[in-house]
T-cell receptor
Framework: GAVVSQHPSRVICKSGTSVKIECRSLDFQATTMFWYRQFPKKSLMLMATSNEGSKATYEQGVEKDKFLINHASLTLSTLTVTSAHPEDSSFYIC????????????FGEGSRLTVL | AQSVSQHNHHVILSEAASLELGCNYSYGGTVNLFWYVQYPGQHLQLLLKYFSGDPLVKGIKGFEAEFIKSKFSFNLRKPSVQWSDTAEYFCAVNAGTNAGKSTFGDGTTLTVKP
């Protein structure tokens, strides 16, 4: 299957700093990518839908100014957690799809963010 | 809004035992249903999906799931598990939108003892 890669897999930062997480589709073009947040022992919570060349669509309750998403190319989407606080510590996962309702989702390996 | 409930948080089985993981959803309209699996240290990946047609769908590695519309259920089954099936299993539902805009269950951890 297709490969989606996230980087970094783990990041530790100080409170108040910003952190960027990259999501790349390595062998296919992804017009749409998705960003999720996963809390311990909980399901994936969709944060936003990232469309190449346009603004991301955020789910209700997700602060767009805190979680900046950029999808500048068909193979790269980035999530920037701005002015991070300890409560932003979490596991962030991206996925990419070849498109449409029946398009299969391919997931990245996830990025563990720890804010001190 | 949809919600997905996975009843079993942690299931422990011996090899060759049969498996059934429950998944119920709440949504009155047309739904697309998925099971994803995450093996230790690996990415989440699609196990099987249902969009329409035969409510009994077969996926990879001998897994199958049955969509029972009247029960709002999409339970995952495998007749004989192997140690390599040890993983986290997630049920997901979407209301006919892009697969990425799915609602996920909390996951079930399956541990298969050799």
């Amino acid at each position: 299957g297709a490969v989606v890669s996230q980087h970094p897999s783990r990041v530790i930062c100080k409170s108040g700093t910003s952190v960027k997480i990259e999501c790349r589709s390595l062998d296919f073009q992804a017009t749409t990518m998705f960003w999720y947040r996963q809390f311990p022992k909980k399901s994936l919570m969709l944060m936003a839908t990232s469309n190449e060349g346009s603004k991301a669509t955020y789910e209700q309750g997700v602060e767009k100014d805190k979680f900046l998403i950029n999808h500048a190319s068909l193979t790269l989407s980035t999530l920037t957690v701005t002015s991070a606080h300890p409560e932003d510590s979490s596991f962030y996962i991206c996925s990419a799809t070849s498109g449409g309702v029946t398009g299969e989702l391919f997931f990245g390996e996830g990025s563990r963010l720890t804010v001190l | 809004a949809q919600s997905v409930s996975q009843h079993n948080h942690h299931v422990i089985l011996s090899e060759a035992a049969s498996l059934e993981l429950g998944c119920n959803y709440s949504y009155g309209g047309t739904v697309n249903l998925f099971w994803y699996v995450q093996y230790p240290g690996q990415h989440l990946q699609l196990l099987l999906k249902y969009f329409s047609g035969d409510p009994l769908v077969k996926g990879i590695k001998g897994f199958e799931a049955e969509f029972i519309k009247s029960k709002f259920s999409f339970n995952l089954r495998k007749p004989s598990v192997q140690w390599s099936d040890t993983a986290e299993y997630f049920c997901a539902v979407n209301a006919g939108t892009n697969a990425g805009k799915s609602t996920f269950g909390d996951g079930t951890t399956l541990t298969v003892k050799p």
